[in-house]
């Protein structure tokens, strides 16, 4: 089931309930909380907070723009009464202990000193001794009814003087004794087996008290003489255990109580002939009221002087089981009485239902609420039975969790300001036509059997003054129709939730709707040419399948959103922009998809403020992708760059282009344009060496050494280097010696290289000129990695700064700072160790050949 989104239910009333209406929910309060079974302080503390200020809510809106009338005065009364109730055990449940429904037989002797509030009800205790709470000091609320308590010494609670509360109701007292505690407040003596009003003297002393039940089964008129000067709000009577007295006329004078409760026999037929007068009464509360065509004159009298005080203001009747023809005759009685609010609650009518002679005399009932009625008459004329109600010249009716299937039009113009027809079975028949309502402001349909949108437009067309109307939970749709929908121009607040309405249903509104409530029915969008609905000011569409927030170009007034629970993914960016007048946005629990596209939406509630966006953030979590699920909202973030294509595209071009100087510095820094022509070139040597015949590829290393120079460095080379190897028997590659005519330079370069034990680099000033050079050392360089053989000897002629070797020769630079380099002496007496060095570095058994040295010049 979807949730109740209840917001517009506040507006729903604004306009159309009336202060009657509210006052009805104040009495049913009073009700409530005086019932023996309700009036448990351990869950019933709270409910009584949140009625109290439910109540004075609608009751605050109800009056803010309308006059003050003479029912807030009775509503004030009622309310402070509630208050009263809720104040008195105000923090009692700070130190509650509850033993109730343990199948105790005595008060536990472990409970806490500091108790305040001790439940011991539904127990099986039948005594209470001194010893049994002497010990609970601080004791302000006990619970003992529903036991087997026989007797009653107040003198027990001489040790508790803070006692307010004490229900001893439903158990066997017949007698009681000693002085109640003055501070009590609150006093239930009901449904125990006295026979006299267990009333005294000593009662007189209870200042503060303020409800009391009692019971008795005879009654004597001055019994309640001893708490005459008291003022009391409540007063409970159980009069079930009641029995007529054979030629014994009794009688009861009640003094000073707001409101009277009488219980009678829930199974026996009204039989009580006591003659119960009262003064200053306010409140009548009638229950367990059985009647026949017999006996029901016996219920009149015994209501006679009971309603004849001019102070008598309301008067409730609680399971009543009734004829039609008594029925009837007691609404006929009540009329020309000072009640001005008459409710029926669980109403039973049984045999017959035939037309009755009503006469609508002048009355001063002003409304009449009968809820839940159980008809066990199924075969009757509808007129019957509805025109009694049609007719009634009141201003507010309630007929509500009935099994009526219709109700007819009034015959004249009706009075009626306010018709509640809640859960009944009334079809789109209904007031069909009916041109006699046009007074009425506010009428509830809630809870029916209604399909028909436009027929329901169609009831309202004649009723110029309703302003309030609530259709909800019924089977309305709105299929489009040939005819345009007709609704009364008043209609101010319209409720149509909980049915099966789309979008269409916007083609089919009040035009000057103010407040319009649409949460659970299956619209999936909201129609963009919609004109006329300017006046909206609050709408309440949740618990449906939008996929958007509207915008506010259709409500130029729109000042309160409700889309909770729908299938908003992306919402519009522009909200904020499009529907400046929103004071409250209540838009949390749907399915936000947590992207690029949300960031600006989450930014605009960011720049509003706190109290317009409602639920946030903790209604307000990422429902997709899974990775950010359940992240609220606020919470969630992203980069700039992942959510703007232009400046994520000029940052991966800039990033590029920062990529490419970078490659082309280092392309021309390291001479790469060189290092792959000499890859090229080795690449193609090697492949035309696989093209050799293998016998040629198994030869062995014809030379100790190739030998690489400068041109400019030949001279040492062939005066000091050639001599002093050769004499020792030491192959020397020369390429004006070994090279192969025909053969690429480069070609016989590598040939070299790889046929000589070793690779002789003269390193000097000259060397690092020289190109030719630099291929010589990059080969043989190459060769060492490719061999794995360590074939490089270096020869430091002359000294060469590292500022003057270039970039391109970095390999050079690499060698010289990480191999051992022999460096070439000045001194003559150390030439001898340098040739001894270097002969035994390069000193290897070589095959013999029939060549001889090779050596390169460049």
């Known amino acids: 089931m979807a949730p109740n989104h209840s917001r517009t239910a506040v507006p729903a009333v604004r306009t159309g309930l009336g202060q009657a209406h509210i006052f009805f929910r104040a009495l049913q309060m009073v009700t409530f909380f005086s019932e023996k079974e309700v009036l448990d302080l351990n869950s019933s503390k709270n409910v009584m907070k949140q009625m109290v200020q439910s109540l004075w809510a609608n009751h605050f809106i109800m009056t803010r723009d309308r006059e003050p009338t003479a029912g807030s005065f009775h509503f004030v009364c009622i309310l402070a009464f509630i208050v009263g ?59 003992l009814s529903h036991n087997r308590i026989q007797t009653l010494d107040f003198g027990v609670f001489k040790f508790s003087p803070d006692l307010e509360y004490l229900d001893v109701s439903h158990n066997q007292l017949r007698n009681i004794s000693g002085c109640p505690a003055v501070s009590l407040k609150h006093l239930d003596l009901s449904f125990n087996d006295f026979y006299l009003l267990p009333v005294y003297k000593e009662f007189g002393n209870l200042m503060h008290l303020s409800f009391l039940g009692l019971s008795a089964t005879k009654f004597r008129q001055l019994d309640l003489l001893p708490i005459a000067h008291l003022h009391l709000n409540y007063l409970l009577l159980d009069l079930v255990g009641y029995q007529v007295k054979d030629g014994e006329n009794e009688s009861l004078e009640v003094l000073n109580t707001n409101a009277l409760h009488l219980v009678f026999h829930p199974s026996s037929l009204f039989s009580v002939q006591v003659n119960i007068s ?33 102070t008598l203001f309301n008067l409730t009747l609680h399971h009543v089981e009734t004829t039609w023809k008594c029925f009837v005759e007691l609404l006929q009685f009540l009329r020309p009485r000072p009640v001005e609010y008459l409710n029926i609650y669980n109403l039973t009518i049984t045999e017959s239902i035939n037309r009755e002679n009503f006469i609508y005399s002048k009355t001063t009932l002003k409304a009449l609420t009968i809820e839940h009625v159980t008809n066990q008459v199924f075969i009757f004329a509808k007129e019957a039975l509805y025109s009694v109600f049609a007719d009634m010249n009141i201003t507010m009716l309630t007929l509500s969790h009935t099994p009526f299937i219709h109700m007819i039009c009034p015959q004249s113009p009706s009075a009626f300001t306010f018709l509640n027809f809640t859960q009944n079975v009334f079809t789109d028949s209904v007031f069909h036509n009916c041109s006699t309502l046009m007074r009425l402001e506010t009428l509830i349909l809630q809870k029916n059997s209604l399909r028909n949108l436009f027929k329901v437009s169609l009831m309202t067309k004649n009723m110029v003054s309703l302003e309030t109307l ?5 089977s309305l749709d709105s299929h489009a129709y040939e005819e345009a929908c007709r609704w009364a121009e008043s209609i101010l607040v319209l409720n149509l939730s909980s049915n099966v309405l789309n979008g269409s249903v916007f083609g089919c509104l009040p035009p000057k709707v103010k407040v319009l409530d649409l949460h659970n029915n299956r619209i999936m969008s909201i129609p963009k040419e919609i004109t006329y609905l300017q006046a909206l000011q609050e709408l309440n569409v949740a618990s449906n399948s939008l996929m958007d927030l509207p915008g506010c170009g259709a409500f130029g007034s729109l000042s309160v959103l409700v889309i909770e629970h729908n299938s908003v993914s992306h919402p519009s960016v522009d909200f904020f922009q499009s529907c400046q007048k929103i004071r409250s946005l209540a838009a949390g629990n749907n399915p936000f998809r947590c992207t690029c596209e949300l960031r600006e939406f989450i930014k605009n509630i960011g720049h509003v403020s706190g109290e317009v966006v409602e639920g946030w953030p903790d209604s307000y979590r990422c429902d997709s992708p899974e990775g950010a699920k359940g992240t609220p909202l606020q919470d969630f973030r992203m980069s700039p760059l992942s959510c703007d294509t232009v400046l994520l595209m000029v940052t991966v071009g800039a990033t590029l282009l920062v990529l490419v100087a970078i490659m082309a510095f280092l392309w021309l820094y390291f001479d790469l344009p060189w290092y792959l022509r000499m890859v090229c070139q080795w690449t193609q040597t090697r492949h035309r060496a696989r093209n050799i015949p293998e016998e040629e590829l198994q030869r062995k290393l014809q030379f100790h050494a190739f030998v690489s120079y400068s041109r400019h460095d030949s001279t040492w080379v062939k005066n000091e280097l050639l001599p002093n190897l050769e004499k020792d028997g030491i192959r020397v590659c020369l390429h004006e010696r070994n090279f192969i005519p025909g053969k690429s330079i480069m070609e016989n370069i590598i040939h070299s290289i790889e046929k000589s034990y070793k690779s002789i680099f003269v390193l000097s000033p000259h060397f690092i000129q020289s190109e030719w050079c630099h291929y010589e050392l990059y080969f043989a360089h190459h060769n060492l990695f490719h061999e794995g053989s360590d074939n490089l000897i270096l020869i430091l002629l002359e000294p060469i700064p590292q500022y003057s070797i270039p970039s391109n020769y970095h390999k050079l630079k690499s060698l010289m700072a990480q191999r051992t380099y022999l460096e070439w002496p000045m001194e003559n007496s150390k030439h001898r160790l340098f040739w001894a060095n270097l002969r035994a570095t390069i000193n290897v058994k070589l095959v013999s050949q029939a060549e001889t040295t090779c050596h390169i010049q460049r």
């Open 470 to 474: 609530d259709v909800s939970l019924n």
């Open 278 to 310: 009262a003064n200053a009464l306010g409140c009548l509360q009638l229950s367990n009221i059985k009647l026949n065509d017999g006996n029901c004159q016996r219920l009149i009298t015994f209501l006679s002087e009971l309603t004849r005080g001019p």
């Open 85 to 143: 109730i809720t104040i008195q055990f105000s923090d009692e449940l700070e130190s509650a202990v509850d033993y109730s429904n343990r199948n105790l037989t005595r008060v536990p002797k472990d409970l806490p000193p500091g108790t305040k509030s001790l439940n011991l009800s539904q127990n099986s205790i039948p005594e209470l001794q001194v010893s049994d709470v002497r010990f609970l000091l601080e004791l302000r609320v006990l619970r």
